[in-house]
């Protein structure tokens, strides 16, 4: 940590901020300019509050030079983490697609839709139980029997599940579930991180709409300081002035969270843009900028979608999609 | 809602998207252009997904006409909604400032403040006993003691306690608690939302970093569809570029908040910038766009605080800001 | 200049960064730490790349402790600014309302905009001339014969005139103009900037709508740079997610802006709402906020307006809302 | 366009507005509501200010339903734009790299990048002789003598050139250069977009930092318009909260843009992220998303530069991008 203050060491108000820094059991080095003094703060600054820092009446600026998450930082664990799920592998070198549909609606929409996910060559069967939804007057989730009728389709067909949580309470529910989504209103839900960090599976975490990347990687922490090393991180969109799209596709977030973390990262195209004839080629960028898989949004029949239609690619879309995403994936792992 | 489709009613895809909305009871008028054809929608259409009509192929865009939200909405509501707790009136032309300090510290800390933030005119006292926080490794709040700190400062003074809820699970602990807060983070957390729409005291709703208005009254109307109607909504700026301050206050929302909704709009000064120096500043320009009522961060020492000192006025700071509120605000009720 | 680097003094790559900017004249400070070293760099670093700096491959952050501006930095020059034109002061306790119609339409219409602004106690007749709109198709002005139009009016009232360049070609036409605006999509118009600090009359200069508080300082500072200190600040709102209003108006920029730099600062709440419902709101919160002056827009028939009909107040509402600012100010005055 | 009015036909507010729109030969189709009438306008609404209905004082809200831009329109030039110059096309199935530093530094530099940036495969030299500088004491650029050695290293190696303007005045200078730039800042420096409509040249139009993928057509509008139909536009960030990166590269514009337009899109990787270490992820991804081409910057020696030395890749780096992007632009047609 770099604080820049006013005055130089003999200054009342300095000296009293390196005593405090001090008390602290960190080394505060000095280094005084003409009319500056810059300190340098050594030691395992995570914990060090910028905030109170800023409060002493010498300070000017202060500033981070290490990251201030460490069980999710690269430099703490330089291979790749690879989660592992009924078989499948997501993460250093291994590529996932998770698709399905944003709501679960019925048992036979689920199983019809399982059945083409798992034919174009997905993954994982992802769908909406419990949906977190802008209006209390918009249609809320089948909950535990939307749980029931993705673990049948998992029955039927092999693919492991992945379904969003909204509240610590519904964890019951969850057994045997595969992975667990930690929704973009969520993120920072911390109450709710911390009980995941108690968890015995994956949790798919996806960013906020308005949070920074170092957000995104410090609500990980949380899971991971609790002891749950599994996180799969997911970019989704944040909001920006543009609003053609839903969202703005931060697609740099994936080759920086690549350099920054250990953990696998995916890509919910589907969501970001809101508009399923803009799937596709966010997809295949998704995959060229480096992504270890994809979020995507499909529905047997995407006009009766009880939400989040216009998002939605339909069986043979979603078929000439996974053709694509498998063809480039390969050849991106030959460009290597 | 408007619907603007391709083709005229005659076409088959126009047709079967107005038979799809009949079917949910709404009355369709199809006004016939050259080339596109518009379809008003009669009805309480709150209820009706904007996205799933998107999905109709026939559709170019669709636009509500009537806010989404009702028990929020001034039109269904015309005089002001007044809040009271413990004797103090809060909306409808009274005004309250809620202070104290961001974290409870310890007893003496809330004591002290508690007995300045009485003296200089507030009406409320509010301190964080759960704290949300970035990072797992900084200091997440006092918890229980905190609250037992807050409620021992309400005893000594008479003032009413603000304190936020982080957890449906912590509820019990909030028996005693006057306003429950519902932080930025948490907005969207519709599973809490629910549960306080159960709960028989005011809700202090904070406006979340990337939520548009119509979000904030969205969550609003949550609380109130589950049968609790005092909800105080919370501006506390926004995410935007600009970094100099930490967030952008939307000064607008205030107006426009007045004009929407009937429920109490009261202004975060220190959160939105995140500097001590600008909050005297904020404040004021807060009552003079029509606010009722104030969040200020105060702290006895501020530098030693455990978390967003930067932003804290000191007893002497918080003094001297509620004299010119005061006076400020008497003028500006003779102003209208 | 703060620069953190990998390695100590010794390693070759610092060497060679610390000889690098020893050679353009700085002194550089070396305090070593345990993994990375930090370095102060003294002198004027206004004019040092942190860009350049970046590149060598040490470097691991750097940051400017020094604001880049000069001759705008209150540092410099501690005493406000007073911009003083035709016997109007603006800044240093004095304060301005500049209004009038967005686009010139007719002689008639200004002269009647004319008399009610001067009779509402505006000191300045502001009107566009040359319009910039997103469209090629929407109305461009009158262009000549608008500020024909404008100084017309000002004979007849006494109000200096205030309106926007859009082409340093057409500078010559400004002769007997009085503050010459700059508007937001040409703050970075760097062009047009440098001709400006040639010329002998105040500039208005608006912020950009995506740009910082330190960018509108440095645009400032190009003009001042090339011998024109008379620049007037206006902060009119920037772009966020927010659609409710047309811009967000950044509030705290207008402390922000009083504490770095002695320039004085106003506020259009027009174009920054773009509601005239909204006006009175912002003005007021300007006002409370510290702003020297107003920028409002006026028109005589608001439903005829060729642009921006929509935020402009009619004769009444500007006469209502003079009638509040005047005595706001009188009584912000008496508060210090 | 679609406007919603409060009342039915007969209220005469609402009359008074239709009449109004009649006046300017649009025809209105009225759709009766029971609280709410929706009116149709029919023609070309591109002219028609959204602004001055706004104003009416029966309406409530009102939308276009067409683009407001014309010969940018997709819908009417289906087929794609090929813009060719020195024999090397670029859109419709063509690809193109734009490549060099970012600003001319010497006649060495110049010519040294630009052997190595042909022996590389791109198909243009691009450099900067006038430099948009957020501040006045950065380096500005060598003006007339950096376009003279852009000259030279065209003749040199045969690659047609592309450099900024920054001022109409300068406009004589760029007889020779083969595509005018016009840079993020001067997107709606609606002047000189009027004077290049009258160039017979091709334009590299860059989106503004804060600009809407509608404000970019039309500023692409406002050329076209003026007679000059070869523009080619350039997505290179947009301005957002996310500050790891310098700007958020919108990678959804390229889609978007290709759907909405006919004219060739380009992606610039390297303003975008300010970091070279993100060109490579971002470049392949702008392919997979079916960019028309790249702007690259790159440089002899990146720690040398005078400007923006931190996203510019050196020889090697260049040279590994490029056999990367050829490949993966082979294999995306492949795709199709």
Redesign the interface.
Known sequence: M?I?VKGNRQDKRVNELIR?IEAKDFTV??????Q?T?L?V?GDT??L?I??I????AV??V?R?QE??KKANRQMHEEDTVVEVGGRKIGGGHFQVMAGPCSVESKEQVAAIADYVKRGGAGFLRGGAFK?????????GLKAEGIEYLLEAKKRTGLPIVTEL?????LPLFDKVDIIQVGA??M?????L?ELGKVKKPVLLKR???S????LL??A??IM??GNDEVILCERG????????RS?????????LK?LTHLPVIVDPSH???R???VE??A???????ADGLLIETHNN???????????LDEQGFARLME?VN??WA??KS?K
Not at 29 to 34: A, D, L, P, R
Not at 166 to 170: C, L, N, R
Not at 303 to 311: K, N, T, V
């Open positions: 770099v820049v405090w080095q000095v280094n005084e300019g003409v500056k810059i340098g050594v995570a914990a509050d905030d109170a800023s409060t002493f009446p000017e600026t500033k030079i201030p998450y977190p939804r802008s209006s209390p007057y918009a249609f809320q909204m509240s610590v309470s519904d209103r969520n920072q839900n911390f109450a709710m911390k906020g709409m308005s920074t990347v170092e957000e410090l609500s922490e949380y300081s609790g944040i909001r920006t002035f543009e609003n053609y799209t703005t596709l931060d697609i740099s977030a994936v080759p920086v350099k970001a843009s809101g399923a004839e803009l080629s966010l295949l960028s998704a995959i060229a900028a480096g995407p006009r009766c979608a009880l939400c989040d239609g216009a998002q939605s694509k063809k480039l050849f991106m460009l």
